[in-house]
């Protein structure tokens, strides 16, 4: 799989990261290869929105345009501030936009052992498993 990967990049809440932090992976597919352009523009602009959001702790984002399939995976402080991050207007505006050219997706999130950065095997793993 040709797929390129963004560093984990810190968000504010990175300063003082709670104990069990609420990490939330995704898996994004589009239905074309001509809606890939588009949607790596558009996962950018989130992504850059997410690591200066309240409560982040982090971000990177995955990419294998060839296969149409796009990943995320995030850290946060809290549930509420990863909920209040999917309600905000940039989130929001991205989720509306993209609708149209999504394929298919999976989400997972779940309650880290530990402030650590989380990995790709696990989140890989927990997406498989909520298929």
Do not use: C, I, N, Y
């Not at 959001?53 to 850290?75: C, E, N, Q």
């Amino acid at each position: 799989m040709l797929a390129m990967t963004l560093p984990w990049t810190p968000g504010p809440a990175a300063q003082r990261p709670p104990a069990r932090p609420v990490v939330m992976a995704a898996e994004l597919r589009v239905r074309g290869l001509r809606h890939v352009p588009g949607f790596l523009r558009q996962s950018l602009k989130v992504r850059d929105r997410a690591r200066r959001a309240p409560g982040a702790l982090g971000v990177t984002l995955r990419a294998a345009p060839l296969r149409r399939t796009f990943w995320v995976l995030s850290s946060w402080s809290d549930q509420e501030a990863l909920a209040a991050f999917v309600r905000s207007g940039p989130h929001r505006q991205a989720m509306t936009a993209l609708r149209p050219v999504m394929d298919r997706s999976a989400f997972a999130s779940w309650e880290a052992q530990s402030a650590a950065e989380p990995g790709w095997t696990e989140a890989r793993r927990r997406l498989a498993e909520a298929g």
